[in-house]
Nanobody, 112 residues
Framework: QVQVVESGGGLVQAGGSLRLSCAAS????????MDWYRQAPGKQRELVAG?????GRFTISRDNANNTVYLQMNSLKPEDTAVYYC???????????????WGQGTQVTVSS
């Protein structure tokens, strides 16, 4: 069993900053990837690292020793409002195929 838990969301004014954290724990042999996604109301979930709109404002960093990934978000805009999800691609045992595990999401709301 693998648990993925996000934290750090909240309400912030436009131009402000937030730092999200995501920690994976449980039966982990190795982690192939940890990614951030976001989903705004009425829109599809999208990979944050692939968004041109966040380049230069968002930074993703990873602490491999602690199975943790961070999302530093600066110069936030109202259009960044979404639920932010963390996904971990995990191998739980030697010889097993990797599987993806999702966190429950954390709400980020940016007011204008």
């Amino acid at each position: 069993q693998v648990q993925v838990v996000e934290s750090g969301g909240g309400l912030v004014q436009a131009g402000g900053s937030l730092r999200l954290s995501c920690a994976a724990s449980g039966s982990i042999f190795s982690i192939n990837a940890m990614d951030w996604y976001r989903q705004a109301p009425g829109k599809q979930r999208e990979l944050v690292a692939g968004l041109d709109s966040v380049k230069g404002r968002f930074t993703i960093s990873r602490d491999n020793a602690n199975n943790t990934v961070y999302l530093q978000m600066n110069s936030l805009k109202p259009e960044d409002t979404a639920v932010y999800y963390c996904r971990a691609v995990v191998v739980t045992r030697v010889g097993r195929y990797p599987a993806q595990y999702w966190g429950q999401g954390t709400q980020v709301t940016v007011s204008s």
